[in-house]
C-alpha cells in the first residue's frame, strides 16, 4: 500500500511539471523551415583596451602570486590556496569578450517563507571586458537583436547597453601568456544574487552580508564549465519570524553557481511559438523587421532532439534526454519516480522518438553537483511550509534550447498525498458500512 501510494504522489508531481518543460511536441506545424539565429548586438562599449605600459609595473608579478598554490584547470583555471581561502580566477586573452552562461541555484535555505534548497535564483549571458586594470563582468542584453550588416546594428549598440554588474581590479597578468589574475573575493563573495532584498521580501526584515561569515566551499572546474559554491553569511539586529533556525539574527545560505560555455553553434533550430498553442518561451525585438506590426519574435523553449535514423518512422535520438534522480531522493520513491518519467516516452513516440528519455541514479560517491548545468536532476528537499513541487529550467537566451531542467519536489507535498488518501479510504469504508459509522456515533455519544 505505501509503495502504491509513492507512486501516486510522484506520478502526480511528475506528470504535471515534467510537461512543462518538454514543449517539443509538434502540435504547431507551422514555421518549420530553418530560423537564423540573429546574433546579440555588440554593444560598442565592448572594446578590449589594452593596459597602458605605465601601468604594467604597478602589478605584482603574477608567478609570485600563483606559487605554491593548487590550481584546478578547466574552462577557467584557478588557484587555490588552502591555508588562506584565497582562491583566484584567470582569465585567458581569448575569453574576454566571449558569451557564458551563468546558472544561479539557492542551494540551501532556511526550509520556510520561500527559502527553499533548490530554487533557481537566476540565469544570463555574460562575458568578460578588460578596461585598462580592470575587468568588467558584463550581462549581456538578449533583449533587442538585428542581422547582421544592417545599417541600424550600429545605432542598436548606441540606444540599448549591456549591464556591466563588476568592475574587478586585476591583480596580476601573466607576461608570457598575458593570462589576468583577480581576486574571486571579488566577485563571488559580494552580494552577487541579491540575497539582501530576497530576504527583505521574504522575511520582512533587514539582513546584510556578513563577510566574516562567509567563503567558498566546492570550487571545480571541467572543460566546458566551472562548478563554485559561495556560502554567504547574513546578519540582522532584530532577526525575523524564524522557528527552523536556532537564532533568526544570523542565517547561513550556500549559493551554486555554474558558468558553463554557450555551445552557439550546435545545430540547433529555433522554432517559432504559436499563440494556439501554449509554450514557455524565449522573446526578443526584432528590429530588422520593418513590414510587421510588432518587432517581437517569439521561440519556443523546447528540447534538442535529433533523430539518428531520421528516414525511420520511430528513431532513437542522437543525443536522449537524461533525468538524474538525485541521491537524497528516499529510496522508497525512486522506482516510482522512474516510471513517472518514463511514462512521457510514449508522448515523444507520437512525435517520431523512441526512448527519448532515460532515467539514472545519482551514485552516492558522484563527483558532479545537482545543480552543474550538464544534468538533469530530480531533486528532494523538506521544508515547514512549502508542500509544492517545481521544475525549473535553463534555456539558450539566443535560441530557446532547453539546456537544463531540474524538478524539485517538497517532501510535505508527498505527505499532503498520503494523507488525502487515507482520509479518502477511510470515508469510502465508512460509507460501505453504514452499521460502523453507526456504532462510532454511539460511542461518541456515550463518552458525551
Not at 208 to 235: A, H, M
Not at 271 to 282: E, K, Q, S
Not at 355 to 382: C, E, G, K, L, S
Request: proline share 6%.
Amino acid at each position: 500500500m505505501k509503495h502504491w501510494i509513492a507512486k501516486l504522489a510522484i506520478y502526480i508531481v511528475l506528470l504535471y511539471f515534467f510537461i512543462l518543460n518538454t514543449a517539443w511536441v509538434e502540435a504547431n506545424p507551422l514555421y518549420l523551415q530553418q530560423l537564423n539565429t540573429l546574433p546579440v548586438v555588440e554593444n560598442l562599449g565592448s572594446t578590449n583596451d589594452n593596459i597602458e605600459e605605465n601601468n604594467k609595473e604597478e602589478l605584482p608579478p603574477f608567478r609570485e602570486i600563483v606559487k605554491q598554490i593548487n590550481k584546478p584547470e578547466g574552462l577557467f583555471s584557478f588557484y587555490c590556496n588552502q591555508e588562506s581561502g584565497k582562491i583566484y580566477l584567470v582569465i585567458k586573452p581569448e575569453q574576454l569578450n566571449q558569451n557564458y552562461l551563468a546558472t544561479v541555484t539557492l542551494e540551501s535555505g532556511v526550509g520556510e517563507k520561500g527559502i527553499y534548497s533548490g530554487l533557481p535564483l537566476d540565469d544570463f549571458l555574460f562575458y568578460f571586458r578588460r578596461v585598462k586594470n580592470n575587468l568588467h563582468f558584463v550581462i549581456r542584453n538578449v533583449k533587442f537583436r538585428i542581422k547582421p550588416g544592417e545599417a541600424e546594428q550600429r545605432s542598436l549598440a548606441r540606444s540599448f547597453s549591456d549591464s556591466v554588474l563588476y568592475s574587478l581590479a586585476i591583480n596580476s597578468i601573466d607576461q608570457h601568456n598575458k593570462n589576468i589574475l583577480i581576486d574571486l573575493d571579488d566577485l563571488l563573495m559580494q552580494d552577487f544574487p541579491g540575497l539582501t532584498f530576497f530576504l527583505k521580501y521574504s522575511l520582512q526584515a533587514d539582513y546584510r552580508l556578513d563577510k566574516s561569515k562567509s567563503y567558498f566551499g566546492d570550487v571545480k572546474s571541467f572543460p566546458e564549465n566551472v562548478e563554485i559554491d559561495s556560502i554567504y553569511g547574513f546578519s540582522s539586529l532584530e532577526g525575523a519570524d524564524l522557528i527552523t533556525v536556532p537564532d533568526s539574527r544570523s542565517i547561513s545560505l550556500k549559493v551554486h553557481y555554474s558558468f558553463s560555455q554557450l555551445r552557439e553553434n550546435n545545430g540547433y533550430i529555433p522554432r517559432l511559438a504559436d499563440d494556439r498553442v501554449g509554450y514557455f518561451i524565449t522573446a526578443f525585438q526584432d528590429f530588422s523587421q520593418n513590414n510587421i506590426q510588432e518587432p517581437f519574435v517569439r521561440y519556443i523553449n523546447r528540447w534538442h532532439l535529433e533523430p539518428s535514423e531520421p528516414n525511420a518512422p520511430l528513431s532513437p535520438p542522437k543525443k536522449p534526454i537524461v533525468f538524474w534522480i538525485e541521491n537524497a531522493v528516499p529510496p522508497a520513491y525512486r522506482d516510482a519516480i522512474r516510471e513517472g518519467v518514463l511514462m512521457w516516452n510514449k508522448a515523444f513516440e507520437k512525435a517520431g522518438f523512441q526512448n527519448a528519455i532515460q532515467v539514472q541514479q545519482m551514485p552516492d560517491d558522484a563527483d558532479w553537483h545537482p545543480a552543474d548545468v550538464r544534468y538533469n536532476t530530480i531533486r528532494w528537499f523538506n521544508s515547514l511550509d512549502a508542500g509544492f513541487a517545481r521544475a525549473p529550467m535553463r534555456v539558450n537566451p539566443l535560441t530557446g534550447e532547453i539546456l537544463d531542467a531540474d524538478i524539485i519536489v517538497d517532501a510535505n507535498m508527498v505527505r499532503s498525498i498520503q494523507q488525502q488518501y487515507h482520509a479518502l479510504i477511510e470515508a469510502s469504508s465508512l460509507n460501505n458500512n453504514p452499521c460502523q459509522e453507526s456504532n462510532r456515533r454511539q460511542g461518541a455519544e456515550g463518552r458525551g
